[in-house]
Every structure is written in structure tokens, then in C-alpha cells.
């Protein structure tokens, strides 16, 4: 195992909770407890529903928030303090969910994917746009265009492309294609796998899409309620999900073939309101 | 007894002078009782014929070149509009996709439940009381399984999780004992767990009643969990039709091919129909 270049060591984001008067009340532990390391060149998803928590990682992981406790370490070192500087945005990206609303539609996509390379001279940015948007299969004349004259899949591609101005080291990908159709997503993730390949990139996928999660994660971690109840090579927690909440998630999956129909455990859909996680297994066990 | 039969419909949209035809020829049939559904990506027409069997397309800047659509024998498009309005919400009634956008978020469950159910009794001539719209609403709620009636009923849409305010939709179709009942993306919106609630629902439901169903979604493992034939639209046109299953087993266009084959298995990467043995033994699993 090559060591890992992010670590997330019981990480934790709570929120107060203000009564109307203002005082605290309370606090919702929106992470609560999550560790898990991502190696060198690895893809690590994280699986969860609305409110699991997992926005609220990448937005620790970008610097956006910070930590209530516990630590991330970016190659060892604690992004405490980091997250907010030059450096370490070199280092991690992002890709966001919408490409629509991520790109600013009064700039030219070149202007776009410049933004990260003010220190370059002009004919350098140039011919590293150039490169950047040959490295996402898209033309050089696509500088010159503004994002509504793109379709969603090309537009991620340019976002995937600024992501990747500044040669970073790790990738977050926050739902990157759930805005797309299915045909155009297929085509996203085999770019992604193969920049991932040629750049030796290390991601942070987050999906609510399990069937997308087996095909591009190496590693999973399935989050509920802000914790992570299950963690594992990903073959391995599809074929054998140990936490009840797993196992809900792999039964409520829409599937296409008998194949995919057997994999899907045999379990109860849950009707109306969602219990906690503990509540789950005593339901199993009943 | 074919229940709803669109045949060789044309629809095109004149926008700044410019005159675009999006369906071409599209005819689908959908027998009573049965679980029709149509699939298509964004842009396929799919939800434009949806807007035209439901009379909802604005006319201009749509203009219907041709075709024909009966429901029971009648043709929608010529019929005097005051007996095509007594049909819509009643007979035919539709789901919708959005509940934030389909809810009023001012008025109570119960009273929208009740003036949508006061203007369809108004349309079809019947008499019905307060007390008696008000039974009625209780009695759909509790249908969509909601535990307890009378509080949704009492309860503002922002009170209730998604999957509660989808099921009023639901409901909400119901009132007025449809033999019709068009679901655009329904659970679309909504965490898996949750939309594999609202699927097996209305599945139930529409065995139950005895309703014909026609999905309209993009989604093909909806399309294979919800209905027994299927209709697949590509640019406007209907390019395959079939027995679910069969368009499962052997695609006959190139266009669905491509489509089924771009969707990620939970069997997980390069598992194909071919080596489905594999899939079934361990899921890819090392």
C-alpha cells in the first residue's frame, strides 16, 4: 500500500442549533466521527443520501469550513491553518455537481480555465489552455466560446479542466455527473479514469449513486446520519454489506439486469420517515 | 382495450421566427390496466408528448401539425374543450415530478387536496359537501400510506419530508378514481431509499386500482422495475418499442444498445450480459 495522501482522522462538524431567542440549544452533528485515508492515486467514494454529511466533508476538505474537531492531513501534514493559502489550493480541487452554475456565463472558457494561471505569461497560458482542454478531449478553437454555448457534458469537461489548471494532487468530485444523462455520464467517468491514470490523481468521489460508485470507486465509505457506517474495497461491501443501512441503500437501487436484481440484499424498504442507524439494525434483527 | 392511443403525433415549436419539429410521428398505446413507460434522455420529446396527451403544451409557440390522441375512443385534440377539461384531473391525472415546485407553499395539504377535488366534482357534475371533500382527502392520504390522515391533511407542504410531499402528489392524483394516471420522473428528486418507497407505492397502487400507468422517466432501472412495455424516444421520435424484458435481453436498435450500455451495473465494471455467471457468484468480488 503506497502511504496516503489524505487522511481524515475523527473528523467532526457540528452545527448549534439557536432557539429563537438566540441561545444555543443544541447542535447537529452533521459529521460526526468520520475517518478514512486515501492513497496516492487511489479513487475513494463516498456514498450517502441528503443529510449524510458528505457535502459537508468536501466543503472541510476545500477549506470552505472548518472542522469542530479532529484532524485532515494532506501528505501528513494537518490542513489546519493551510486550507485557506495558495498552496494548498494548488494542490486540492474540485469539481462541482453543476457546470452550469459553476462556470460564469460573462467569461469566455478560456478566461475561465485562466483564472488559476494568472502567474504564467500570456503565450504560456495560452498554450496551457491549449493543453488542458486537449487533456479533457475538447477542441483549442472552445477557448474562444462562452459556457451557454455548450452542452452539460462539455461544460463539466471545462470544469474538470480548470480543476486541473494548477496540476493538483487530488480531485474532490461532488456529484460530478448526477446533472447529466446517462450517455454523457459514461463518457465523464472514462475521461475521469483515464486522467486519473495519465496525471496519477488521487479523487474524493461523492455520489448518492451506488451503481456509479461500484463501476469508478476503488474504496468506499457509506455515510448515515453524519457517520460512517461501513468502509471498504468496493467489490467487497457490494457483495457482502455488513451494516443494515448498506443494505437498505443496495436494495432501494432502480437495476437493469437479473444479475444486478440477485445482488440486492433482501431487505424490508423503509416506509416514511427515516429511523437512525441504530434503529435499523434492531429492525433487521426482528 | 386500448386505453390511451396517440397516433402519428407532430408537434413543432415556432420560437423568433424560427420553426423546429421535436416530435415526429410518435404513436404509443397504452391498454388499460397496463404499466406502459417511455424513456428517453433530455431533449428526446418525452415530456413534450407527455404536455401534448395532457393538453398542457402553451399553443403558441407549439402547434400540433398532426396526429391524433384517443382516450376511450374519443380524440383528445378535437373534442369540445369543455369535455376535454372534464377529462383532465379526473379521468386522466397526472403525477408530477417536483413537490416543492407542485405545492403551494401557503395553504395547507388538506385545503388543496380539497379545491382540486371541489372543481373536479364542479367539472363532472357531482355533489359532494365539505365534510364529504374532506373524508375524501383523508381517504386518499391514508391510501398513499401516510399514518396518519388527518395531521397531513392539516400539516404546509415545508412540514413534510420529500418523500411525504411526493406521496401527496400521489394522492393527489387519485381524488378523483383516474383510469389513467401519467407519472413524470416521480422520486426523481429524492434520495434512493426514499424514491424505491415511492416506486413500490405506486406500483401497488396501480395494480390495486386497476389503473393504467404510463412513466415517463430517463431512467432505465425504473423503467424495468415499473413497467411491463416500453417505448424508447431518441430526437424526437420513437425509435424501439417492447416487452420490457425483451428490450432488456436483446435491443434491437443501436440507439438502445448504446443507451442500456452506458448505464453503470451494481454488478460493477466489464460484467456483461456475457459473463453474468460471474456477477452472480460474488459480484466481481476477488
Known sequence: MTRPLLEAVNLAKHYPVKSPLGFKTGAVRAVDGVSFSIPEGGIYGLAGESGSGKSTIARMIMGLTTPTSGALLLGGRDIAGQAGRRAYRSKVQMVFQNPGSSLNPRRSIGQSIAVPLSGLSRRARAARIDELLGMVQLPASYARRYPHELSGGQRQRVAIARALACAPRLLVLDEPTSALDVSVQAKIIDLLTELGRELNLTFLFISHDLSLMRNFAEEVGVLYLGKLVETGPTAEVFARPRHAYTRLLLASVPVISDEEAALRPQVPLIDGEMPTAEQLIAMEQR | ??????????????????????????????????????????????????????????????????????????????????????????????????????????????????????????????????????????????????????????????????????????????????????????????????????????????????????????????????????????????????????????????????LIAAVPRLTGPALTAATGEAARQGGGAP
Do not use: W
Open chain 2, 1 to 258: 382495450m386500448t386505453l390511451l392511443s396517440v397516433r402519428d403525433l407532430s408537434v413543432s415549436f415556432t420560437t423568433y421566427g424560427r420553426t423546429t419539429q421535436v416530435l415526429h410521428d410518435v404513436s404509443l398505446d397504452v391498454p388499460a390496466c397496463s404499466q406502459i413507460a417511455l424513456v428517453g434522455e433530455s431533449g428526446s420529446g418525452k415530456s413534450v408528448t407527455m404536455k401534448a396527451i395532457m393538453g398542457l403544451l402553451s399553443t403558441p409557440p407549439a402547434r400540433i401539425n398532426s396526429g391524433q390522441i384517443f382516450y376511450d375512443g374519443e380524440d383528445l385534440l378535437t373534442m369540445p374543450p369543455a369535455r376535454r377539461m372534464a377529462l383532465r384531473g379526473t379521468a386522466m391525472s397526472m403525477v408530477f415530478q417536483d413537490p416543492m415546485s407542485s405545492l403551494n407553499p401557503v395553504f395547507t395539504i388538506g385545503d388543496q387536496l380539497g379545491t382540486i377535488l371541489k372543481y373536479a366534482d364542479r367539472r363532472l357534475g357531482r355533489q359532494r359537501g365539505r365534510a364529504g371533500r374532506r373524508a375524501r382527502v383523508a381517504e386518499v392520504l391514508a391510501q398513499v400510506r401516510m399514518r396518519e390522515p388527518e395531521r397531513v391533511a392539516g400539516s404546509y407542504p415545508m412540514q413534510l419530508s420529500g418523500g411525504m410531499r411526493q406521496r401527496v402528489l400521489i394522492a393527489m392524483a387519485l381524488l378523483s378514481e383516474p383510469t389513467l394516471l401519467i407519472a413524470d420522473e416521480p422520486g426523481t428528486a429524492l434520495d434512493v431509499t426514499t424514491q424505491a418507497q415511492i416506486l413500490k407505492l405506486l406500483k401497488d397502487l396501480v395494480e390495486a386500482k386497476d389503473l393504467a400507468l404510463l412513466m415517463i422517466t430517463h431512467n432505465l432501472g425504473v423503467v424495468r422495475e415499473t413497467s411491463s412495455y416500453v417505448y424508447v424516444m431518441h430526437k424526437g421520435r420513437v425509435v424501439e418499442e417492447a416487452p420490457t424484458e425483451r428490450l432488456f435481453a436483446a435491443p434491437a436498435e443501436q440507439y438502445t444498445r448504446d
